[in-house]
């Protein structure tokens, strides 16, 4: 093995040896932020359920009241 072939073995393993770190790290923190996302999604389907429901029951409880006694309305005159 001349030295141009022992520089380019050298150069390929410092190659592997530092981007297996970097691929680490970068797989880490799409992992991490992966599982934010997913829990960041979750709360957000539970605090819409929750507000859902909420909403539900507070209209079964309070029902709405209808007008019981006429309204006069008074039609003016149409534009043309």
């Excluded at 829990?39 to 539900?56: E, R």
């Amino acid at each position: 093995m001349n030295r141009r072939e022992l520089l380019g073995v050298a150069a390929a393993a410092c190659a592997a040896c530092c981007v297996g770190p970097f691929l680490v790290a970068v797989g880490v923190v799409a992992s991490l932020g992966i599982i934010g996302t997913l829990v960041a999604g979750v709360g957000a389907l539970i605090v819409a359920a929750l507000v859902i429901l909420a909403m539900l029951a507070l209209r079964r409880r309070r029902p709405g009241e209808l007008p019981t006694e006429e309204v006069a309305v008074e039609v003016g005159p149409t534009r043309r």
